[in-house]
């Protein structure tokens, strides 16, 4: 079976792509992806906010207490010029770049119109094949309506696709009134591609402490359905590559999404929980399902279950709701 | 050749000389000449190259001994060697300064002269300590200003390589070494010009070297060693003429003329004066005010101090010379003179024995002056030239100070003034956090290198670390600026802080016609009626020009929090009209580029915009015709407090202490303790408020309280009667101390610094509001006087009974009274709880040496020092002798005590019947071992001196002279704890051989490490406690070594009680590790882990810091008690978990290790692996240490086995 795929203008081996995350902040680790079949990666997230944040962090601590006593003019060497902007990462791309043959695509999360702009500009300089952008804003202030968060989105969108020539892909949340408006608005707005969908961490509390502790837990194979449903539904009504994020650990997941209309599966918490080679056991695996059942190839197969090529389409709306409802009797 | 212009301080200017024209450097930091150091090391790490295309090593040494003996090893071995250094620096290396001016080898030690600590230490300026290294046979070339430190680090360089004599150059520590002036930089070329290669080729040909063997440093005997000293002779007699020849060589390139002996004045003076130093540029600023006078005054300015050319001497005096004043910074008590009086007086009188002197036989007279940067002013000079008027003038006099017991000191008139009119004359007035004097440096740069006019900075600060107030004295105009000496007529004073305009007159300063701009958050129709009586009556009368911004305000909006630096830079600029508005800000935004640059662009753009909002936030306010304000007197300290307090610490608390009198000064240099309690300094905005509600009553919070600001009582009922109405308690939740008490947590809030650490501990939330704990922020001000009613309360509550705590528990540990109290350390400081738990476990019975650094300053530099005494008048008596000698000096004390011990029981002995025996077996018999002992004791001597009084009026002779004998040693029957404590510079470093003996001495000393793994007190330089991977002065680009293990290695002598505590990490293990090592009867060595601002975190969270080192596994918590050997019992015991997270993620909340991922991303990936494998194998061996069976305990396994 014939497994390569395009994604966003980019021609790849297979649909697998580890997804944005730790795993790619050693280029060793990019290595090993390749060497286990990636077909691209999307490096960690270049956050703006933390780049601000240790900038302060590094003026502040090295500067607060100087001048203050007679016996000190400050308190740490001048250690010459510091590497505070995004300058680590745009390094790490071009390291990347070199290190593998695989496309690289850089994500991204801003915080000011300028910052998404300026860094999608240099990440784009540094040699990253395609940017996907992860916006990731809670919705928490009550004066704010949703049609202007949308906005704000768009803006991003619109601000960073007319500044790069690299593909944009646009990593969402499934938390939108109208997603399929609004996954239609990013791609009019200029995006390539719609990751989804972008889990956000949910916090948890402490009860001995008494305190809102950060709990990261790996996404599970019931995520997928989401993705299934959504990518199902836009497939055929946006003209936009989609890829799915969240919840793929086997090549049952593959071949859900990719039958729903999925360019590409992007992975993170199978290979944290089963390591890199995990890639290549599931292509093994997926290979063989295809084979066994007499596909020629992934394209084939793509989308043949999405919204517009199911007998019944309303599975995938509210009628699919009921079902499950009904089903538990 | 123009040449560029720059404005740099002293050390600047040294350092950079002196760094061009060598290839070694060994240097150990000391004040104020550590910068020289830094610099080098600075330019060394960027690969800056001398003048032969080479980059200079620079190598931190463990004390200014080892740096000295570096230095004669790499000269010896043919390097061009340099050093830097200051006060006890220098003394440490006048051993090897003998030995390398006896091999007449060429070498430069710049030196910022620093008075020599003699009834205290003193940081500031004089020539005590260069004048000490007199007779070493270095030559000696003196520096006034910082242009000439750059000249004459060149000049003295130059003339070494062809003396061949060894030369300490020598400028004014702080006033020369910390003034920023606009100079001209010598080019490399000039540098290059001025150096003979040649001379520097015979320097490394008298290396040793195995291909041309040679031995140096031999050992003579009488038959020859008096010949050989003679041999250099000739070497000394031409070094003057040498010098000369460099001078002139030095003005023919440069075109700055220098000569050995430089005469100021009218060309027929009668009256001179001779000085050298910073003080002889306001001497020749008078000279030249008073000849414009026509009056017969001169001055010589001497450069060449050593070797003393009388002939170059006699020639620069004019002939008409009728009167010689020779102005001393130095003080040599029990000679005839100060030194340079005595050449001056010898120097005439061997030319008039010779009978060609030029001039008849001056009245000679000497005077000193300025010592520890004491200001010298042109009133003083003028008063000194008036003096000299007289038939008889007075010598061996003193000016500047009030000296109303010898008599020594001259008058004069303080009004004299000669600032010129055209010269700008500012004041600033800030605190240490909020960078005013970082942005007037700058603003000096911008003025300096943006303009043609001469300027000059000069940086006051107090001595405390919390809170400390800093004073920017600015100078420019079109005129040489040669006021060595702070601004008293301002015509521009700005005030950073509004709380200032309370504590300081600032006003009295300003000349009519002056500027003053306020920062305050009041509106401009409301600030006139917020100003103090005073500051209104002075801007009516000197008609005044009042400006007025919100900082705060713009600095919030900006992003600056409270860096209001760069905001009152731009009000001073849009004031002072030194620039058109446009070119001001321009140059300001280049400024701001330029220093800010590499810490990113979104601190560039936060200044920008702090720029930007600040014009439009600045107001010139109208100033009304009259005073809306009452007068209010208030008094410094309060009326209760002891008299010397009121008198004398309350003027220097108020910085009028130049106006007390000799008389008023302690003679040996003893003062009260306890005095801080009256220095109520009001500095915190927020302070803890305490809520009873929510309270578990953990004491927590009272024993990280860096201050002693917050304490814990329990009492009972009865005691409320008299209690302020707002005065909060609860009920006593433990029965400990009996039935139904009450509990009550104080906060001095006058005394806080606000570092919430005490908030950050709490443990206990409030149930509907989690956000709330037991103690919670607010603003002080409001609380201010309620609080303070609450606090005087508080303290009138009695004590609990000491005998009855349960001091291992820190709860209970806590309501002992601490004898440590509101000290100037840091706001948050991590090194004054551990102090602080020592005076609350021990304090009435302790002894502390006190090595000299941070724990020195904070705990002993006037004007009030915070060790107290309870209200029995008992408590820690303290003292610091030097940084090198501390484990040495409190052996001292134990030895003196354990001597009087010895002679008071033998005493005892030998008067029982008279005393009676049962008495003297209570008291030769007690252990001593717990409160109760030592209170029985107590008891026990009371009665002892009780009894010795009675007999007294019967006994004579021998027997009375015993009585009395055993009378002044009874209190030392009573146990008496010896702490050494001091800084790891001291531990690790400098003092380390020291402690090493002191440890294996075997003797009852508690040594207590306040390791914050660098030198804090200098400014963060690398000691061997820093860490791997950590950054550090002289380690900036990490360090590359792992910390040197200090409780490993006095465990290995296994006599030697060990703890390595945190408290942020384990309080308890900490409080018991207190306990044992004051109870073990041989030496302790606490090892505290100190966090410090030199670390880059928040100082108010840094007590998790504390607990990821230890969670980490880096930092170890383990007690090794040598007494469990004796119950076979492994003495070593582990007391954290360990390796719980990753090293990095402990090193990661430190600017000090992070930043390292920002400069050098490759190498703090590298050492952080190093650093990790550090922990890990620390780790395992500290575990199998754990698990080890004492010899003792196997045999008696074996015994058992052979029973079986």
């Given at each position: 079976?014939?497994?390569?795929?395009?994604?966003?203008?980019?021609?790849?081996?297979?649909?697998?792509?580890?997804?944005?995350?730790?795993?790619?902040?050693?280029?060793?680790?990019?290595?090993?992806?390749?060497?286990?079949?990636?077909?691209?990666?999307?490096?960690?997230?270049?956050?703006?906010?933390?780049?601000?944040?240790?900038?302060?962090?590094?003026?502040?601590?090295?500067?607060?207490?100087?001048?203050?006593?007679?016996?000190?003019?400050?308190?740490?060497?001048?250690?010459?010029?510091?590497?505070?902007?995004?300058?680590?990462?745009?390094?790490?791309?071009?390291?990347?770049?070199?290190?593998?043959?695989?496309?690289?695509?850089?994500?991204?999360?801003?915080?000011?119109?300028?910052?998404?702009?300026?860094?999608?500009?240099?990440?784009?300089?540094?040699?990253?094949?395609?940017?996907?952008?992860?916006?990731?804003?809670?919705?928490?202030?009550?004066?704010?309506?949703?049609?202007?968060?949308?906005?704000?989105?768009?803006?991003?969108?619109?601000?960073?696709?007319?500044?790069?020539?690299?593909?944009?892909?646009?990593?969402?949340?499934?938390?939108?009134?109208?997603?399929?408006?609004?996954?239609?608005?990013?791609?009019?707005?200029?995006?390539?591609?719609?990751?989804?969908?972008?889990?956000?961490?949910?916090?948890?509390?402490?009860?001995?402490?008494?305190?809102?502790?950060?709990?990261?837990?790996?996404?599970?194979?019931?995520?997928?359905?989401?993705?299934?449903?959504?990518?199902?539904?836009?497939?055929?009504?946006?003209?936009?590559?989609?890829?799915?994020?969240?919840?793929?650990?086997?090549?049952?997941?593959?071949?859900?999404?990719?039958?729903?209309?999925?360019?590409?599966?992007?992975?993170?918490?199978?290979?944290?929980?089963?390591?890199?080679?995990?890639?290549?056991?599931?292509?093994?695996?997926?290979?063989?399902?295809?084979?066994?059942?007499?596909?020629?190839?992934?394209?084939?197969?793509?989308?043949?279950?999405?919204?517009?090529?199911?007998?019944?389409?309303?599975?995938?709306?509210?009628?699919?709701?009921?079902?499950?409802?009904?089903?538990?009797? | 050749?123009?040449?560029?212009?720059?404005?740099?301080?002293?050390?600047?200017?040294?350092?950079?000389?002196?760094?061009?024209?060598?290839?070694?450097?060994?240097?150990?930091?000391?004040?104020?000449?550590?910068?020289?150091?830094?610099?080098?090391?600075?330019?060394?790490?960027?690969?800056?190259?001398?003048?032969?295309?080479?980059?200079?090593?620079?190598?931190?040494?463990?004390?200014?001994?080892?740096?000295?003996?570096?230095?004669?090893?790499?000269?010896?071995?043919?390097?061009?060697?340099?050093?830097?250094?200051?006060?006890?620096?220098?003394?440490?290396?006048?051993?090897?300064?003998?030995?390398?001016?006896?091999?007449?080898?060429?070498?430069?030690?710049?030196?910022?002269?620093?008075?020599?600590?003699?009834?205290?230490?003193?940081i500031f300026g004089d020539h005590s300590d260069v004048m000490a290294a007199r007779s070493t046979g270095f030559a000696m070339l003196s520096s006034n200003s910082v242009q000439e430190i750059m000249d004459m680090a060149l000049i003295a360089q130059a003339s070494t390589l062809e003396s061949r004599i060894p030369f300490i150059h020598f400028f004014d520590g702080f006033r020369s070494s910390h003034e920023v002036k606009k100079i001209e930089q010598l080019s490399l070329d000039d540098m290059r010009e001025m150096i003979d290669d040649e001379l520097v080729l015979a320097h490394r040909g008298r290396a040793m070297s195995p291909d041309n063997p040679f031995i140096r440093g031999t050992a003579q005997n009488p038959d020859v060693f008096f010949q050989a000293r003679e041999t250099v002779n000739p070497f000394y007699i031409k070094c003057p003429e040498i010098v000369q020849k460099q001078m002139d060589k030095f003005a023919k390139i440069v075109g700055r003329k220098y000569h050995l002996f430089d005469y100021v004045g009218a060309p027929d003076a009668e009256r001179i004066t001779i000085i050298m130093g910073s003080g002889a540029e306001a001497v020749e600023e008078t000279v030249e005010y008073l000849t414009s006078q026509q009056e017969k005054v001169g001055m010589l300015k001497v450069r060449l101090y050593r070797p003393f050319s009388i002939e170059h001497f006699i020639n620069a005096l004019p002939k008409t010379v009728k009167t010689i004043t020779v102005l001393d910074r130095t003080k040599e008590p029990g000679a005839n003179g100060e030194p340079m009086y005595l050449d001056v007086v010898n120097a005439i009188t061997e030319r008039f024995m010779e009978g060609n002197l030029p001039f008849e036989f001056p009245k000679i007279i000497g005077g000193r002056y300025g010592l520890s940067s004491k200001e010298f002013t042109p009133a003083m000079i003028k008063g000194i030239y008036d003096e000299m008027k007289k038939e008889k003038p007075k010598n061996h006099f003193t000016i500047g100070i009030m000296d109303d017991v010898t008599n020594t000191s001259l008058d004069y008139n303080p009004e004299f003034s000669i600032e010129p009119e055209e010269t700008f004359r500012g004041k600033f007035y800030g605190l240490g956090a909020d960078g005013t004097v970082g942005a007037n440096k700058n603003s000096i740069k911008i003025i300096g290198e943006g303009t043609d006019y001469f300027a000059q900075g000069y940086f006051v600060y107090d001595s405390k670390k919390s809170g400390s107030t800093t004073i920017s004295h600015l100078r420019f105009g079109p005129k040489e600026i040669k006021s060595t000496y702070l601004i008293d007529r301002a015509n521009f004073i700005a005030c950073h802080q509004t709380v200032f305009i309370e504590k300081f007159d600032m006003l009295e300063d300003a000349i009519e016609?002056?500027?003053?701009?306020?920062?305050?958050?009041?509106?401009?129709?409301?600030?006139?009626?917020?100003?103090?009586?005073?500051?209104?009556?002075?801007?009516?009368?000197?008609?005044?020009?009042?400006?007025?911004?919100?900082?705060?305000?713009?600095?919030?909006?900006?992003?600056?929090?409270?860096?209001?630096?760069?905001?009152?830079?731009?009000?001073?600029?849009?004031?002072?009209?030194?620039?058109?508005?446009?070119?001001?800000?321009?140059?300001?935004?280049?400024?701001?580029?330029?220093?800010?640059?590499?810490?990113?662009?979104?601190?560039?753009?936060?200044?920008?915009?702090?720029?930007?909002?600040?014009?439009?936030?600045?107001?010139?306010?109208?100033?009304?015709?009259?005073?809306?304000?009452?007068?209010?007197?208030?008094?410094?300290?309060?009326?209760?407090?002891?008299?010397?307090?009121?008198?004398?610490?309350?003027?220097?608390?108020?910085?009028?202490?130049?106006?007390?009198?000799?008389?008023?000064?302690?003679?040996?240099?003893?003062?009260?303790?306890?005095?801080?309690?009256?220095?109520?300094?009001?500095?915190?905005?927020?302070?803890?408020?305490?809520?009873?509600?929510?309270?578990?009553?953990?004491?927590?919070?009272?024993?990280?309280?860096?201050?002693?600001?917050?304490?814990?009582?329990?009492?009972?009922?009865?005691?409320?009667?008299?209690?302020?109405?707002?005065?909060?308690?609860?009920?006593?939740?433990?029965?400990?101390?009996?039935?139904?008490?009450?509990?009550?947590?104080?906060?001095?809030?006058?005394?806080?610094?606000?570092?919430?650490?005490?908030?950050?501990?709490?443990?206990?939330?409030?149930?509907?509001?989690?956000?709330?704990?037991?103690?919670?922020?607010?603003?002080?001000?409001?609380?201010?006087?309620?609080?303070?009613?609450?606090?005087?309360?508080?303290?009138?509550?009695?004590?609990?009974?000491?005998?009855?705590?349960?001091?291992?528990?820190?709860?209970?540990?806590?309501?002992?009274?601490?004898?440590?109290?509101?000290?100037?350390?840091?706001?948050?400081?991590?090194?004054?709880?551990?102090?602080?738990?020592?005076?609350?476990?021990?304090?009435?019975?302790?002894?502390?040496?006190?090595?000299?650094?941070?724990?020195?300053?904070?705990?002993?530099?006037?004007?009030?020092?915070?060790?107290?005494?309870?209200?029995?008048?008992?408590?820690?008596?303290?003292?610091?002798?030097?940084?090198?000698?501390?484990?040495?000096?409190?052996?001292?004390?134990?030895?003196?005590?354990?001597?009087?011990?010895?002679?008071?029981?033998?005493?005892?002995?030998?008067?029982?019947?008279?005393?009676?025996?049962?008495?003297?077996?209570?008291?030769?018999?007690?252990?001593?071992?717990?409160?109760?002992?030592?209170?029985?004791?107590?008891?026990?001597?009371?009665?002892?001196?009780?009894?010795?009084?009675?007999?007294?009026?019967?006994?004579?002779?021998?027997?009375?002279?015993?009585?009395?004998?055993?009378?002044?040693?009874?209190?030392?029957?009573?146990?008496?704890?010896?702490?050494?404590?001091?800084?790891?510079?001291?531990?690790?470093?400098?003092?380390?051989?020291?402690?090493?003996?002191?440890?294996?001495?075997?003797?009852?000393?508690?040594?207590?490490?306040?390791?914050?793994?660098?030198?804090?007190?200098?400014?963060?330089?690398?000691?061997?406690?820093?860490?791997?991977?950590?950054?550090?002065?002289?380690?900036?680009?990490?360090?590359?070594?792992?910390?040197?293990?200090?409780?490993?290695?006095?465990?290995?002598?296994?006599?030697?009680?060990?703890?390595?505590?945190?408290?942020?990490?384990?309080?308890?293990?900490?409080?018991?590790?207190?306990?044992?090592?004051?109870?073990?009867?041989?030496?302790?060595?606490?090892?505290?882990?100190?966090?410090?601002?030199?670390?880059?975190?928040?100082?108010?969270?840094?007590?998790?810091?504390?607990?990821?080192?230890?969670?980490?596994?880096?930092?170890?918590?383990?007690?090794?008690?040598?007494?469990?050997?004796?119950?076979?019992?492994?003495?070593?015991?582990?007391?954290?978990?360990?390796?719980?997270?990753?090293?990095?993620?402990?090193?990661?909340?430190?600017?000090?290790?992070?930043?390292?991922?920002?400069?050098?991303?490759?190498?703090?990936?590298?050492?952080?692996?190093?650093?990790?494998?550090?922990?890990?194998?620390?780790?395992?061996?500290?575990?199998?240490?754990?698990?080890?069976?004492?010899?003792?305990?196997?045999?008696?396994?074996?015994?058992?086995?052979?029973?079986?």
């Amino acid at each position: 079976m014939k497994l390569e795929t395009k994604y966003l203008g980019l021609k790849l081996k297979n649909p697998i792509v580890p997804s944005a995350g730790p795993l790619s902040k050693e280029i060793d680790d990019i290595k090993k992806m390749e060497d286990c079949e990636a077909a691209a990666v999307v490096l960690y997230s270049l956050f703006e906010e933390q780049i601000e944040h240790e900038s302060f962090e590094l003026y502040h601590h090295t500067t607060v207490h100087a001048n203050s006593h007679a016996e000190a003019t400050n308190y740490f060497p001048d250690a010459g010029n510091y590497t505070t902007g995004p300058d680590e990462y745009l390094e790490h791309i071009k390291k990347a770049k070199d290190a593998v043959e695989i496309p690289i695509i850089a994500s991204l999360n801003g915080k000011l119109l300028g910052g998404w702009t300026e860094y999608a500009k240099k990440i784009e300089q540094a040699g990253a094949d395609a940017l996907e952008l992860n916006i990731y804003k809670i919705a928490a202030d009550v004066n704010k309506s949703g049609s202007d968060i949308e906005k704000t989105y768009i803006e991003i969108v619109k601000a960073v696709t007319s500044t790069v020539k690299i593909p944009v892909a646009v990593k969402l949340s499934p938390y939108f009134s109208s997603m399929s408006w609004m996954a239609n608005q990013i791609v009019e707005a200029g995006a390539k591609g719609l990751v989804l969908f972008n889990r956000f961490y949910q916090p948890d509390i402490d009860l001995e402490k008494l305190e809102v502790v950060p709990n990261v837990v790996l996404s599970t194979p019931e995520m997928i359905r989401l993705r299934v449903r959504w990518i199902a539904i836009l497939r055929d009504n946006i003209k936009a590559d989609l890829a799915a994020t969240g919840g793929v650990y086997t090549e049952k997941d593959i071949l859900k999404l990719i039958m729903s209309g999925a360019q590409v599966t992007q992975m993170l918490s199978a290979l944290l929980k089963f390591g890199i080679e995990h890639i290549k056991e599931v292509l093994t695996k997926l290979i063989y399902w295809g084979e066994e059942h007499e596909y020629e190839s992934l394209d084939q197969m793509r989308g043949s279950i999405c919204y517009k090529n199911v007998t019944d389409p309303s599975q995938f709306e509210r009628a699919n709701y009921m079902n499950v409802l009904n089903s538990y009797k | 050749m123009e040449r560029k212009k720059v404005t740099i301080d002293g050390n600047e200017a040294a350092a950079y000389t002196a760094y061009h024209i060598n290839e070694v450097i060994a240097i150990y930091p000391i004040t104020p000449s550590s910068n020289m150091g830094e610099w080098t090391d600075a330019w060394s790490a960027n690969g800056m190259k001398n003048i032969w295309n080479d980059v200079p090593s620079v190598t931190e040494m463990q004390s200014e001994g080892g740096a000295s003996g570096a230095v004669h090893g790499a000269l010896q071995n043919g390097a061009l060697t340099t050093t830097f250094t200051s006060s006890q620096g220098l003394l440490l290396m006048i051993p090897n300064m003998f030995k390398i001016a006896g091999e007449l080898t060429s070498t430069v030690f710049n030196i910022a002269a620093r008075s020599i600590a003699a009834q205290a230490l003193s940081i500031f300026g004089d020539h005590s300590d260069v004048m000490a290294a007199r007779s070493t046979g270095f030559a000696m070339l003196s520096s006034n200003s910082v242009q000439e430190i750059m000249d004459m680090a060149l000049i003295a360089q130059a003339s070494t390589l062809e003396s061949r004599i060894p030369f300490i150059h020598f400028f004014d520590g702080f006033r020369s070494s910390h003034e920023v002036k606009k100079i001209e930089q010598l080019s490399l070329d000039d540098m290059r010009e001025m150096i003979d290669d040649e001379l520097v080729l015979a320097h490394r040909g008298r290396a040793m070297s195995p291909d041309n063997p040679f031995i140096r440093g031999t050992a003579q005997n009488p038959d020859v060693f008096f010949q050989a000293r003679e041999t250099v002779n000739p070497f000394y007699i031409k070094c003057p003429e040498i010098v000369q020849k460099q001078m002139d060589k030095f003005a023919k390139i440069v075109g700055r003329k220098y000569h050995l002996f430089d005469y100021v004045g009218a060309p027929d003076a009668e009256r001179i004066t001779i000085i050298m130093g910073s003080g002889a540029e306001a001497v020749e600023e008078t000279v030249e005010y008073l000849t414009s006078q026509q009056e017969k005054v001169g001055m010589l300015k001497v450069r060449l101090y050593r070797p003393f050319s009388i002939e170059h001497f006699i020639n620069a005096l004019p002939k008409t010379v009728k009167t010689i004043t020779v102005l001393d910074r130095t003080k040599e008590p029990g000679a005839n003179g100060e030194p340079m009086y005595l050449d001056v007086v010898n120097a005439i009188t061997e030319r008039f024995m010779e009978g060609n002197l030029p001039f008849e036989f001056p009245k000679i007279i000497g005077g000193r002056y300025g010592l520890s940067s004491k200001e010298f002013t042109p009133a003083m000079i003028k008063g000194i030239y008036d003096e000299m008027k007289k038939e008889k003038p007075k010598n061996h006099f003193t000016i500047g100070i009030m000296d109303d017991v010898t008599n020594t000191s001259l008058d004069y008139n303080p009004e004299f003034s000669i600032e010129p009119e055209e010269t700008f004359r500012g004041k600033f007035y800030g605190l240490g956090a909020d960078g005013t004097v970082g942005a007037n440096k700058n603003s000096i740069k911008i003025i300096g290198e943006g303009t043609d006019y001469f300027a000059q900075g000069y940086f006051v600060y107090d001595s405390k670390k919390s809170g400390s107030t800093t004073i920017s004295h600015l100078r420019f105009g079109p005129k040489e600026i040669k006021s060595t000496y702070l601004i008293d007529r301002a015509n521009f004073i700005a005030c950073h802080q509004t709380v200032f305009i309370e504590k300081f007159d600032m006003l009295e300063d300003a000349i009519e016609g002056a500027t003053f701009l306020l920062n305050t958050q009041v509106p401009k129709e409301k600030v006139w009626d917020s100003l103090p009586h005073k500051v209104q009556s002075d801007l009516i009368k000197k008609k005044m020009n009042l400006y007025i911004i919100d900082a705060y305000k713009v600095a919030q909006a900006t992003g600056m929090g409270a860096r209001i630096n760069t905001i009152m830079q731009t009000c001073f600029f849009a004031i002072s009209n030194i620039f058109k508005k446009e070119k001001a800000i321009e140059l300001i935004k280049s400024s701001i580029k330029k220093t800010y640059g590499s810490k990113g662009d979104k601190i560039v753009e936060m200044n920008f915009a702090a720029v930007d909002q600040t014009i439009e936030n600045l107001f010139k306010v109208d100033i009304p015709e009259k005073v809306t304000n009452k007068a209010v007197d208030t008094n410094t300290v309060s009326e209760n407090a002891p008299e010397f307090v009121r008198k004398v610490t309350a003027r220097m608390i108020e910085g009028k202490g130049d106006s007390l009198k000799v008389s008023q000064m302690p003679n040996d240099g003893t003062y009260m303790t306890g005095t801080t309690k009256w220095e109520k300094r009001n500095i915190a905005l927020e302070v803890p408020v305490w809520d009873p509600d929510v309270c578990i009553q953990c004491n927590k919070c009272v024993i990280v309280c860096p201050h002693a600001t917050i304490r814990a009582k329990v009492y009972t009922e009865d005691q409320l009667k008299d209690a302020p109405k707002d005065f909060k308690y609860m009920k006593f939740k433990a029965k400990d101390y009996g039935e139904d008490l009450l509990y009550s947590l104080q906060v001095a809030v006058e005394d806080c610094t606000g570092c919430k650490i005490c908030v950050d501990v709490c443990p206990a939330k409030n149930k509907s509001e989690t956000r709330l704990k037991a103690i919670n922020m607010h603003e002080q001000l409001p609380l201010r006087e309620t609080e303070r009613k609450n606090w005087d309360f508080f303290l009138s509550i009695p004590e609990l009974d000491r005998t009855k705590v349960n001091m291992t528990k820190v709860k209970d540990s806590q309501f002992l009274e601490p004898l440590f109290e509101f000290s100037g350390a840091c706001s948050g400081c991590g090194e004054t709880p551990y102090v602080k738990l020592v005076s609350q476990m021990f304090g009435d019975r302790t002894l502390v040496a006190n090595a000299t650094g941070c724990s020195s300053i904070y705990g002993g530099n006037l004007p009030t020092t915070p060790w107290s005494a309870n209200k029995d008048g008992r408590g820690p008596s303290w003292n610091n002798s030097l940084f090198e000698d501390n484990a040495e000096f409190g052996l001292g004390f134990r030895l003196a005590i354990d001597k009087h011990i010895e002679h008071a029981e033998t005493l005892l002995k030998t008067y029982s019947n008279e005393l009676g025996s049962e008495l003297i077996e209570n008291i030769l018999n007690n252990k001593q071992k717990n409160e109760a002992d030592i209170y029985e004791q107590r008891g026990y001597v009371d009665i002892l001196n009780k009894k010795l009084k009675d007999l007294l009026g019967s006994a004579s002779g021998q027997k009375n002279k015993d009585i009395n004998q055993l009378i002044s040693l009874s209190n030392y029957l009573v146990k008496k704890s010896v702490w050494i404590m001091g800084g790891d510079g001291w531990a690790y470093d400098i003092g380390y051989g020291g402690l090493d003996h002191v440890l294996a001495s075997g003797k009852n000393v508690n040594v207590l490490v306040l390791d914050t793994e660098v030198y804090s007190n200098t400014g963060g330089q690398m000691s061997k406690a820093t860490p791997r991977a950590a950054v550090a002065k002289f380690a900036a680009a990490g360090k590359p070594g792992a910390k040197k293990d200090l409780g490993m290695m006095a465990m290995s002598y296994g006599n030697v009680y060990v703890a390595k505590v945190a408290l942020g990490a384990n309080d308890t293990q900490t409080v018991r590790a207190f306990i044992e090592a004051e109870a073990y009867d041989g030496p302790s060595l606490i090892i505290a882990y100190s966090h410090c601002i030199a670390h880059g975190i928040n100082m108010g969270l840094a007590m998790h810091n504390q607990k990821a080192a230890v969670d980490s596994g880096y930092w170890q918590l383990y007690r090794y008690n040598p007494e469990l050997v004796k119950e076979n019992k492994n003495p070593f015991k582990l007391e954290s978990k360990g390796l719980k997270i990753p090293f990095k993620d402990f090193a990661y909340m430190e600017t000090r290790y992070k930043m390292l991922t920002k400069s050098h991303p490759e190498r703090a990936k590298q050492l952080m692996i190093e650093a990790q494998n550090d922990v890990n194998e620390k780790w395992n061996m500290y575990q199998q240490m754990n698990s080890f069976k004492p010899l003792t305990e196997e045999k008696s396994e074996e015994k058992e086995e052979v029973k079986k």
